[in-house]
Nanobody, 121 residues
Framework: QVQLVESGGGLVQPGESLRLSCAAS????????MGWYRQAPGKQRELVAA???????NYADSVKGRFTISRDNAKNTVYLQMNSLKPEDTAVYYC???????????????WGQGTQVTVSS
């Protein structure tokens, strides 16, 4: 069984920073891509940033230059450094990973439980 556990959300003022973390645990053989999605009230879930196992990244246009995704493969952990936060960044942020489990062929999608990020003055 595999779990993704997120941490780091909270309430901040516009212009401030937050760092999200997501640790994968369980019977993990290998992790392919990892990423962060977000969903604001009344909107569809959208990709924020993603990173491959070799470190290639891609970002939503709305966060380029402000957010940075990184990962620590030894810790099975992905991070999202969010700077210059704006009210429109307010959403529930979800961690995602494509994981091969021990004893189970194939890659499967796993999601974290979500962490609330609120940007407000």
């Amino acid at each position: 069984q595999v779990q993704l556990v997120e941490s780091g959300g909270g309430l901040v003022q516009p212009g401030e920073s937050l760092r999200l973390s997501c640790a994968a645990s369980g019977l993990i053989f290998s992790i392919d891509a990892m990423g962060w999605y977000r969903q604001a009230p009344g909107k569809q879930r959208e990709l924020v940033a993603a990173i491959t196992s070799d470190g290639s990244t891609n970002y939503a246009d709305s966060v380029k230059g402000r957010f940075t995704i990184s990962r620590d493969n030894a810790k099975n952990t992905v991070y999202l450094q969010m700077n210059s936060l704006k009210p429109e960044d307010t959403a529930v942020y979800y961690c995602h990973a494509r994981i091969r489990s021990v004893g189970r062929p194939g890659l499967y999608n796993y999601w974290g439980q979500g962490t609330q990020v609120t940007v407000s003055s």
